[in-house]
């Protein structure tokens, strides 16, 4: 066998052995929160929730470095956490947004309810851009009576050249201001 077909089956070979990790990426991403994060679920409260509110975390899929000419890609990893010792957390929408505001994507198909101290996450791969410089996402959330306020957060993770970087973006209370 010459060197060249060599080399040529070498990257077949690479090329589907990414496809398959790349499928089983998808495939594990495509599950619902519900299988992914079983064991931080409980059963939703049959309560009404009486307490109610939203999040919105910014998130960088991207980040322009040379005024638009060098972009540098990022994973993103949204967390949410149940801050409650002793109460259920309803996560009701989960939704990621691109930098124009609009829906790229919703992740529950209905409202679960995660456990005291519980925590689930949602992760976007780096060569997923489609949020852009100013994606970010909306969790709105419920419980039944007083409830410490759940801590949502974005960790961005990627490298540009050898240089690699992680940062993390804080959730803030959606809340309405003036007149």
């Given amino acids: 066998m010459s060197s060249e077909s060599m080399s040529a089956w070498m990257v077949?070979?690479?090329?589907?052995?990414?496809?398959?990790v790349l499928a089983s990426a998808v495939q594990a991403q495509q599950r619902p929160l519900e299988q992914s994060f079983a064991p931080s679920l409980v059963e939703?409260?049959?309560?009404p929730q009486t307490?109610?509110?939203?999040i919105y975390v910014p998130a960088y899929s991207s980040v322009s470095i040379v005024q638009g000419k060098v972009r540098a890609d990022f994973s993103v990893t949204?967390?949410?956490?149940?801050?409650?010792?002793?109460?259920a957390l309803v996560l009701k929408r989960i939704a990621y947004f691109d930098t124009s505001g609009q829906l790229v994507q919703e992740y529950l198909q209905k409202p679960i309810a995660l456990k005291p101290f519980g925590a689930i996450e949602i992760f976007i791969a780096q060569t997923d851009v489609r949020g852009g410089t100013g994606a970010n996402f909306l969790v709105e959330w419920g419980a039944v009576g007083q409830i410490a306020e759940p801590i949502v957060e974005a960790l961005m993770v990627g490298?540009?050249?050898a240089g690699?970087?992680?940062f993390i973006s804080q959730g803030r209370p959606i809340r309405m201001v003036g007149n």
């Avoid at 077949?12 to 398959?20: L, M, Q, S």
């Avoid at 939703?44 to 309560?47: G, H, I, L, S, W």
């Avoid at 307490?51 to 939203?54: H, K, Q, S």
């Fill in 159 to 161: 490298g540009i050249g």
């Fill in 44 to 47: 939703m409260p049959t309560q």
């Fill in 164 to 166: 690699h970087y992680a």
């Fill in 12 to 20: 077949r070979i690479v090329a589907a052995a990414f496809c398959i």
């Fill in 51 to 54: 307490v109610t509110g939203a």
């Fill in 78 to 87: 949204l967390s949410m956490h149940n801050a409650s010792q002793d109460k």
